[in-house]
Every structure is written in structure tokens, then in C-alpha cells.
């Protein structure tokens, strides 16, 4: 056939026909070609529907699309036709996650490239090495906060519009990311004697890794956003927006805003002045919001899961923040080299052994003087409910002298 297929119904049943081959065994690449010949291009949503199909026709089950997942990108990469997707606005939960991808991409090519280097690494170079791949691995795990937005306010609303197959099959290939991820942290921290042994940890652990995880990425933007986009409505886009913070953003921090026109806002009004009551006294948020801001210190809550709970957001911050740090593991948060130190500080405050950790810097962007503490949070029972790390600028504290009795108001 010579002819390129112009009929809706046509394309899916090659699609159709040709997923079932290559089920069946038959070479990918050679699909592929087949694919581009007859098809050049099939539309994104046709793409979901006959998975779909294939699944609700028992032709195949969800597992053996699981299975196939990797060929089915293979073939179909570079021949999935997005023209005529909905445009997205700026602040949405789609957005949001293309940025996010955006940022997981850069860190995948700094991978890559530290991947390139390996061909020539020596022994003497290795510690030097293994700790650049640490922390930007550090930075690729922050995608499980972006998989878990997708895994518990997305997928559901697409499974309200019957969309169950392609959910499940990627919610599975997020499991063996999460998998190969893992395999990836533990070999670099396992002793590794030479360089050679590098070289086969990264063929057969790291690339795997970064491969699948890109794999992910096309998927989602040529198949599961524009999809996506079609289906759900403003209403149910704008209570995915409202509980995305829950779960954290991934190496991005937006900042753009988003409500629909017309939809459906559920605003929460805090309008009594001890909306936030304490044991010692009360705050409205605007109140409690304004406190964190403009107190001369840094606070920033990990809580006993270890993971990010809370950052205070002075202006004049030492170490910057943003929200992407939000649910992410503290351990991340660290360069490589100190995270023994974080270790520490968690195993000594779990087991009552210790409860607070003090650290300062005397040589800090341009000699500043620079004091942390970190205090373990207790309960009334003394029950650990983690850490809270406070850091302050003392550099001008330090050059007090004297008495200043009267009032004075210093001249910025």
C-alpha cells in the first residue's frame, strides 16, 4: 500500500493490527517502518483509544501492554501527531507538569553527558565522579512528587471518564522507574573499585534509568496531556490546581496563578481572628503568613518521615528555597557530600541520643558569618515529630560592642 490513510477508523485498525504483531514477536523496527509508510502520522487520541480497546476487547490485558510499553513508544515515537491540541494556559496543572518535564530534561542531558565521560574516566577520578552522578540523581528523584499528582489527581478524574487502561499501564511504568531509580541510588553508594566497574554500572543501572524516565517524559507529552486536555473540564482541572501544593512540585517552582473563567470555586474564607488557635495565643493566616516572612531567621520543618514540610519565605533567605522542595526527602536536599552528616543528625534525634545540632560558617558569600541549628521537635509525650533547621545572618551580631540603651533607628 502506497497510499497514505486518511480514515479514522482505518488508522486505528493498523495501529491495532501492527500492536498485535509486535506482541506477537515480530521486529520492532521493521513495525516502525511499516507505521511511517502507510500511517506517517496518527493523531494522539486515537493513539489512547485503541489501548483502550485493545484492553476491553481481551485482545490484550493491561499486563502484557504494561509488558510491551517500551516497544509501543519505540514504534510509535516520532509518529504521534499532536496538531490541534488545546492550548495550554499559563499556571495550569498541565503547565505546570510540561515545566516540570522541561527541568527533568535538563538534568537527564547533564546525565547523559557525565555518561560520556565515562569512556575516559581513570581510577584517581572516580570519588569526584560518583558524587556529580549523586547529586543530579538527587535531582532527577524529585520526580516522584510529579508522579504522584499524576498517580492520585489525575488518573482518577480520567478513570471517571472511562479512560482506565493507559492510567494503570503508566502508573506500572512509574513503579519500575521508581525501581530503577532506586537500584541507581544503591550502586553508588555500594563500593565501586574502578572505573570499568563504573562503566558497567551505568550501562546496566544508570542508562536503563534515565532512558525509561525519558521514555515517560514523550509519553506524557505527546500522548497523556493533550488526551487529557480533551477530556477533563475546567471545574475538574481547578481542583487538581487546588490540591497540587499538597503533594509538591518537581525542580520547579510556579509562578504563574490559574483559575478558569466560569469554574465552580470552592473558595475557603478565613475571616475569625483565631482561625489558627495555639495554646498561647491566636493568628488569622494573613497574620501568620506576615510572621514567617519578616523574622530575622530561616525555618525551615522536616517532619518524622523525613521529608520537607515547611520553609519560611524571608526575601533575605541565606539558603534559597523555593516549593519544590515541598514532600521532597531532606536527604535530597543536600549535596551528597554532607548527607552522611544528615544521616546522623535524623539517627540521633529518632533514638532520643541527641536533640539539637549546631554548625556555622565563618567564610559565606563574601565572608558573611552564618549560624544553623537544628532542634528535634517533640511531642507533650516526647514522641519525635522531626526537625526543625533555623539558620541567621550574624555577621553584623558578632561586631556588637558596648550598650545601646537608647533608641536609635539604624540608616539603610
Not at 118 to 134: K, M, T, V, W
Amino acid at each position: 500500500m502506497s497510499e497514505i490513510i486518511n480514515n479514522s477508523s482505518q488508522r486505528k485498525e493498523l495501529l491495532r493490527h501492527l500492536l498485535l504483531r509486535l506482541h506477537e514477536g515480530e521486529n520492532p523496527e521493521v513495525l516502525r517502518q511499516r507505521l511511517i509508510e502507510v500511517l506517517r502520522n496518527i493523531p494522539y487520541n486515537e493513539v489512547v483509544e485503541v489501548e483502550q480497546e485493545l484492553i476491553n476487547s481481551n485482545a490484550l490485558t493491561e499486563e502484557e501492554i504494561l509488558e510491551f510499553c517500551d516497544l509501543h513508544t519505540a514504534v510509535l515515537d516520532g509518529s504521534i501527531d499532536v496538531e490541534g491540541a488545546k492550548s495550554i494556559p499559563a499556571g495550569h496543572p498541565v503547565d505546570t507538569f510540561k515545566k516540570e518535564n522541561t527541568a527533568l530534561k535538563n538534568e537527564a542531558i547533564k546525565i547523559a553527558g557525565l555518561f560520556n565521560q565515562a569512556s575516559a574516566l581513570g581510577d584517581n577520578e572516580l570519588p569526584g565522579y560518583i558524587l556529580q552522578l549523586r547529586s543530579l540523581l538527587n535531582n532527577i528523584s524529585d520526580v516522584e512528587k510529579h508522579y504522584l499528582r499524576k498517580e492520585y489527581l489525575l488518573f482518577p478524574y480520567l478513570e471517571k471518564h472511562l479512560i482506565t487502561g493507559p492510567p494503570k499501564v503508566m502508573w506500572g511504568k512509574h513503579d519500575e522507574i521508581r525501581e530503577l531509580l532506586k537500584s541507581s541510588f544503591e550502586a553508588l553508594e555500594s563500593p565501586i573499585s574502578s572505573a570499568e566497574e563504573m562503566r558497567s554500572i551505568i550501562q546496566l543501572v544508570l542508562a536503563p534509568a534515565i532512558e525509561m524516565l525519558d521514555r515517560m517524559i514523550m509519553k506524557e507529552e505527546e500522548i497523556l496531556f493533550p488526551m487529557a486536555m480533551d477530556t477533563l473540564t475546567d471545574d475538574e482541572w481547578y481542583k487538581i490546581y487546588q490540591e497540587t501544593p499538597e503533594f509538591g512540585y518537581c525542580l520547579f517552582d510556579p509562578e504563574d496563578e490559574w483559575q478558569p473563567a466560569g469554574a465552580k470555586v470552592e473558595k475557603q474564607e478565613y475571616v475569625s481572628a483565631d482561625a489558627i488557635r495555639l495554646s498561647s495565643g491566636a493568628f488569622n493566616l494573613a497574620e501568620l503568613e506576615a510572621l514567617f516572612v519578616h523574622l530575622p531567621i530561616d525555618i525551615t520543618f522536616v517532619d518524622k518521615n523525613d521529608k520537607v514540610r515547611f520553609f519560611s519565605h524571608s526575601p533575605n533567605r541565606v539558603f534559597e528555597r523555593n516549593r519544590s522542595v515541598i514532600g521532597r526527602d531532606v536527604r535530597m536536599c543536600h549535596p551528597p557530600g554532607s548527607v552522611h552528616i544528615v544521616e546522623q543528625i535524623l539517627t540521633d534525634f529518632k533514638n532520643g541520643k541527641e536533640n539539637k545540632a549546631v554548625f556555622w560558617m565563618s567564610k559565606f558569600m563574601g565572608d558573611r558569618f552564618i549560624y544553623i541549628e537544628y532542634s528535634a521537635v517533640r511531642g507533650k509525650d516526647g514522641e519525635y515529630l522531626g526537625v526543625v533547621e533555623v539558620t541567621q545572618d550574624i555577621t553584623q551580631i558578632r561586631k556588637l560592642e558596648g550598650d545601646r540603651r537608647l533608641l536609635s533607628y539604624e540608616k539603610k
